[in-house]
């Protein structure tokens, strides 16, 4: 059974940065698409951005330009760069892990807080 294990969460004021890991455990992870997914209070979960197991990436438009995902298959980790963070950004992310045709999410992380604020 997998498990995901989120970190680098925290305060940061508007305009900085932040990068998050997330810690895999089990086999498989590198054949995995990995998401970043995050939920702010009031709102609904949504996917902000995902990396393929050949490296593909994709993003959500609001975070385009700013967030980077990668993933070092030896270290069973995928990471979130934030730069420029917003306030809207403010949200707890959650890591993800999609099945193996790639379409649904089928493990998540305990989630990471994120607060940007001045």
């Known amino acids: 059974q997998v498990q995901l294990v989120e970190s680098g969460g925290g305060l940061v004021q508007p305009g900085g940065s932040l990068r998050l890991s997330c810690a895999a455990s089990?086999?498989?992870?590198?054949?995995?698409?990995m998401d970043w997914h995050r939920q702010a209070p009031g709102k609904q979960r949504e996917e902000v951005a995902t990396?393929?197991?050949?490296?593909?990436?994709n993003y959500a438009d609001s975070v385009k330009g700013r967030f980077t995902i990668s993933r070092d298959n030896a270290k069973n980790t995928v990471y979130l760069q934030m730069h420029s963070l917003k306030i809207e950004d403010t949200a707890v992310y959650y890591c993800?892990?999609?099945?193996?045709?790639?379409?649904?999410?089928?493990?998540w992380g305990q989630g990471t807080q994120v607060t940007v604020s001045s």
């Open positions: 089990g086999s498989g992870f590198s054949f995995r698409t």
């Open positions: 990396i393929t197991s050949g490296g593909s990436t």
């Open positions: 993800a892990m999609k099945g193996v045709l790639g379409l649904t999410v089928n493990a």
